[in-house]
């Protein structure tokens, strides 16, 4: 893919991995935030990647390897659903809407390459087209108001809108509902011919819309306890770790690989990582990166006078970012039986960072026992 056009606009700052390839920043990340949040500004994300399923077959055909349902998925609506290996964990994550004739799926850039082999080696003899069309389409985030988007999208530009915000119907979720703080996240993408990009970044420099980089973007997400799957997702993860099960699997759909591991960790177990956000202590000014140690500290029950606390890595960070109003914030995902209470710190840079949790997924969270098991096989009807 060539160079974006947005990073040809004033104050432009080229992300660091996984945001490679698109502005971090146009100069000012906070002031960026709150016009991102406020429905003002669109985000370059040209980086992604965008698969399409074509064929009468497509939407049965996605609907028995995904977690979520998609058979019955309209023209226009929005869906979020995972791949998983046969031991429930998370091979890919994709955000789907489907214009009548096609399925669009929109993943990590890096992802789409192998997401598309795999899937079309698992064609058949089914009536479906599987083809990465990354190189002639983009997107572009936003977080609008009300049902538009802050800028004029082209002719046949499709719209994906997060589903985030509340506990679908046949998912579950692991964090209560009162006070989740994905309840204000309006978070859509729209998938556009990525030779609309240069009208789009001449509608930033003509003042009809604003714009806002990756970092605001990040911000924003990890304080909605939003997981994103270059980020929070490692070669271990299950969805229940990250309360993905609010939005992205259906616990009353069966015959999908994984799905009997999801099954049995909803009913008879619990999720052994958890994630949760950390406030982080800024008078340092070191924003910890991915995959620096977290650490709990263990005081002895009668500690001797000069005994230093137990040190012992309980997890490590997965995502961190600057909030606008929070201050230094971070997603991590932990170990299951860490306590809410125990006292935190980030290893980064050579520096210790104090960091309060907040759960996310709770430490006592346990087998959800209202809900039905799974079956082993079975249609949804």
């Not at 939407?59 to 290996?85: T, V």
């Not at 082999?117 to 985030?141: H, K, N, Q």
């Amino acid at each position: 893919m060539s160079g974006s056009p947005f990073l040809a606009l004033p104050g432009a700052v080229v992300g660091d991995p996984p945001d490679g390839g698109v502005a971090a920043h146009y100069g000012d990340p906070m002031v960026e935030q709150r016009r991102l949040e406020q429905g003002r500004a669109i985000v370059d994300l040209s980086h992604r990647g965008v698969i399409t399923v074509a064929g009468p077959d497509r939407r049965s055909w996605l609907n028995s390897m995904a977690s979520r349902a998609l058979d019955h998925l309209a023209p226009g609506e929005s869906a979020e659903a995972l791949f998983l290996d046969a031991a429930g964990h998370v091979e890919h994550a994709v955000h789907v809407v489907d214009d009548g004739e096609r399925s669009w799926l929109v993943l990590e850039g890096d992802a789409a390459p192998s997401l598309a082999t795999w899937l079309d080696r698992m064609r058949f003899m089914l009536r479906v087209e599987v083809a990465d069309v990354s190189e002639r389409f983009a997107v572009i985030g936003a977080m609008p108001s009300g049902d538009g988007f802050p800028v004029e999208l082209p002719d046949g530009a499709l719209t994906w809108r997060d589903p985030w915000r509340k506990v679908l119907a046949d998912g579950y979720g692991y964090a209560p509902e009162a006070g989740h703080a994905g309840a204000a996240w309006r978070y859509a993408e729209a998938i556009v011919p990525r030779d609309a990009l240069p009208s789009l970044a001449g509608a930033v420099r003509s003042g009809s819309v604003q714009v806002a980089g990756a970092l605001a973007l990040e911000a924003l997400r990890i304080a909605a306890w939003r997981p994103r799957f270059a980020t929070e997702v490692d070669e271990r993860t299950l969805p229940h770790e990250l309360d993905w099960l609010r939005s992205a699997v259906d616990l009353h759909k069966g015959c999908y690989r994984g799905q009997e591991t999801v099954a049995k960790v909803v009913n008879l177990g619990r999720p052994p990582r958890r994630l949760v956000m950390l406030h982080l202590d800024g008078s340092d000014t070191v924003l910890p990166k991915r995959g620096d140690a977290v650490v709990g500290l263990k005081v002895r029950p009668e500690p001797a006078p000069g005994d230093e606390p137990e040190r012992r890595a309980v997890g490590a960070v997965t995502s961190a970012g600057m909030h606008h109003e929070l201050g230094p914030i971070a997603l991590a995902v932990v170990k299951r039986a860490v306590p809410a209470d125990l006292e935190l710190i980030v290893e980064s840079h050579g520096i210790d960072v104090a960091a309060a949790q907040v759960e996310i997924v709770p430490a006592g969270a346990a087998a959800a026992v209202e809900v039905p098991r799974l079956p082993r096989l079975g249609i949804r009807p």
